[in-house]
């Protein structure tokens, strides 16, 4: 089942590879220099925006479910056709800024809101703020990273001995264990990471549910624990 899983990974990894070759092809046919040229300009001149987006759209996603953001996408669009109607705005403006915009608002969450669980083991969020919940059938280790962004994993289901794999840098990963359960969090790893209290010891319950050791690998991250 491992091997299952790293065939999938890489299957993936593939996918994303070859559509940016696609693209990337595709642009460049032709004049390659000239553009290549302009899409390096547009780069160097978006990027920061790029970047305030992405994080207004995971602070969004913190609060907001990503299926939400259907609707409010949706009539933005809709919005911006109106404006065009009424007050005449220029055609350049809405087909060079403002639809591609949107239409990168759109790709981002539907992308940032794939999760597939399958055989999973391991999840990841870098850039981007999420929620897995891991499978009560799941092969442990669990590994669950956060870079730059945020990841909440519910392990509420989760029985018997679990051994978790944490990796916090610049980012935030939140677990949730069930209320009944023995957790020990080995925290030798973490440099400038925010960690439960008392990190080194277990929390030992009469009736334990389950127990979970949890190391934590983290950079200027922060790892917090909740029980259900």
Same mark, same amino acid.
């Given at each position: 089942?491992?091997?299952?899983?790293?065939?999938?990974?890489?299957?993936?990894?593939?996918?994303?590879?070859?559509?940016?070759?696609?693209?990337?092809?595709?642009?460049?046919?032709?004049?390659p220099a000239q553009r290549g040229e302009?899409?390096?300009?547009?780069?160097?001149?978006?990027?920061?925006?790029?970047?305030?987006?992405?994080?207004?759209?995971?602070?969004?996603?913190?609060?907001?479910?990503?299926?939400?953001?259907?609707?409010?996408? #949706?009539?933005?669009?809709?919005?911006?056709?109106?404006?065009?109607?009424?007050?005449?705005?220029? #055609? %350049?403006?809405?087909?060079?800024?403002?639809?591609? #915009?949107?239409?990168?608002?759109?790709?981002?969450?539907?992308?940032?809101?794939?999760?597939?669980?399958?055989?999973?083991?391991?999840?990841?969020?870098?850039?981007?703020?999420?929620?897995?919940?891991?499978?009560?059938?799941?092969?442990?280790?669990?590994?669950?990273? #956060?870079?730059?962004?945020?990841?909440?994993?519910?392990?509420?289901?989760?029985?018997?001995?679990?051994?978790v794999n944490v990796t916090a840098i610049?980012? %935030?990963?939140?677990?949730?264990?069930?209320?009944?359960?023995?957790?020990?969090?080995?925290?030798?790893?973490?440099?400038?990471?925010?960690?439960?209290?008392?990190?080194?010891?277990?929390?030992?319950?009469? %009736?334990?549910?389950?127990?979970?050791?949890? %190391?934590?690998?983290?950079?200027?991250?922060?790892?917090?624990?909740?029980?259900v």
């Amino acid at each position: 089942m491992a091997q299952g899983e790293k065939g999938g990974r890489a299957s993936r990894v593939r996918i994303w590879v070859g559509l940016f070759a696609v693209a990337g092809g595709a642009l460049l046919v032709g004049d390659p220099a000239q553009r290549g040229e302009t899409a390096l300009e547009l780069v160097g001149r978006w990027w920061p925006w790029t970047l305030l987006a992405l994080a207004g759209l995971n602070l969004l996603r913190s609060a907001v479910p990503v299926g939400s953001l259907i609707g409010p996408l #949706a009539l933005g669009a809709v919005g911006v056709v109106g404006l065009v109607a009424v007050h005449g705005l220029q #055609a %350049h403006l809405v087909r060079d800024q403002l639809a591609p #915009a949107l239409l990168v608002a759109t790709g981002a969450a539907l992308v940032l809101s794939s999760d597939r669980m399958g055989l999973r083991t391991s999840w990841t969020r870098l850039l981007a703020t999420g929620d897995v919940v891991v499978p009560p059938s799941v092969r442990c280790p669990v590994t669950l990273r #956060a870079v730059l962004g945020e990841l909440r994993a519910d392990l509420g289901e989760v029985r018997g001995q679990v051994e978790v794999n944490v990796t916090a840098i610049a980012g %935030h990963v939140r677990l949730t264990v069930p209320r009944a359960s023995t957790v020990q969090v080995n925290a030798q790893g973490a440099l400038l990471t925010r960690l439960p209290t008392r990190p080194s010891e277990f929390t030992r319950q009469p %009736h334990s549910e389950g127990e979970f050791t949890i %190391h934590v690998l983290g950079v200027c991250g922060a790892v917090s624990i909740a029980r259900v």
